[in-house]
């Protein structure tokens, strides 16, 4: 978020990785937060007919709105900006214009949009003991939510994929002869090296996608099997639950390692800081050794 604020320009990559980095904040807050409260919130921690359903429901509507929207937000907005990027240095004539302001802003909000609605939806899954509502409209928004999720999971893989061929097979022999074509594989390399671990992480995402939708599925409007968080909590859905913090730190790291603006803005951060270290050692030592010319 400081480099992003304090260094780096406005661009696509900026937009996506602040975007990213407050929702990361925000869910790591609310973790060791709800860490604290974990004696309160919990239901486990109550018999069944003295659980606190309104103090469950605000615990399970803020989980959904941190956690889930974060990781709905890292899905979603990592494949706009992907898809995007590529598309336009791949095809620059066809898509050059997706790149600008107008359009970058709106893929903001609909990304941010998309990822508050499946987080609602997974609230819903989670709370539909309580609620007691049709199981039909269960299973439709469970389906079309697991939907959205793999569309973008196999979008981002394909992106990958044709970015990686591009890469080695079309550029390889031209990227000297044009200069333009040399910037273009530039940055291509850059969305290689910046997707290729959250990539490996996406299987879990699609897990996690597919183990959730089916414990929502398999509950019953009977709030005696609703033990824990999750309902019928299993081994995959938790490994996705534990993850979570580590998918969210992987992107930014990768968005450090794979930018130039953020490599050039952490070093910039790197320089500025030994300046400050070196100014204050030069300073502390002349009030060593001249008492009278420090200044206040």
Known sequence: MFLSLKYVTPCLAKTYTLNIAIASLLCVIYRVTRRRLRFVLDPENYPVHEIPHIMVIVDYLVNALVTVYALKLYQIQGTLFIVCTYLCYAEPLKFSKLLISRNRNRLFV?????????????????????????????????????????????????????????????????????????????????????????????????????????????????????????????????????????????????????????????????????????KRFRSNAVSTMYPGSASP
């Not at 609620?131 to 928004?141: A, E, F, P």
């Not at 890469?167 to 390889?172: A, D, E, G, L, P």
């Not at 794979?258 to 952490?266: D, G, L, N, S, V």
């Open 110 to 278: 609909f990304g941010n949009t998309l990822s508050l609605i499946l987080a609602i939806a997974v609230y819903f899954e989670w709370i539909h003991p309580f609620l007691k509502y049709n199981r039909s409209i269960l299973t439709i928004h469970v389906l079309a939510r697991l939907f959205i999720e793999l569309a973008f999971s196999a979008l981002l893989l394909t992106v990958y994929f044709k970015t990686l061929l591009i890469i080695i097979c079309k550029f390889r022999t031209r990227s000297s002869e044009n200069p333009s074509q040399s910037q273009n594989i530039s940055v291509l390399i850059s969305i290689l090296v910046y997707c290729t671990t959250p990539n490996l992480l996406l299987t879990v995402t699609v897990v996690d996608s597919l183990a959730s939708a089916y414990v929502a599925l398999r509950k019953t409007v009977d709030q005696t099997t609703l033990p824990s968080f999750f309902g019928y909590m299993n081994v995959l859905v938790q490994m996705g639950e534990c993850t979570v913090i580590l998918r969210l730190l992987t992107n930014s790291l990768c968005a450090l390692l794979a930018f130039a603006q953020y490599r050039e803005a952490f070093l910039s951060m790197l320089q500025g800081i030994k300046t400050w270290i070196a």
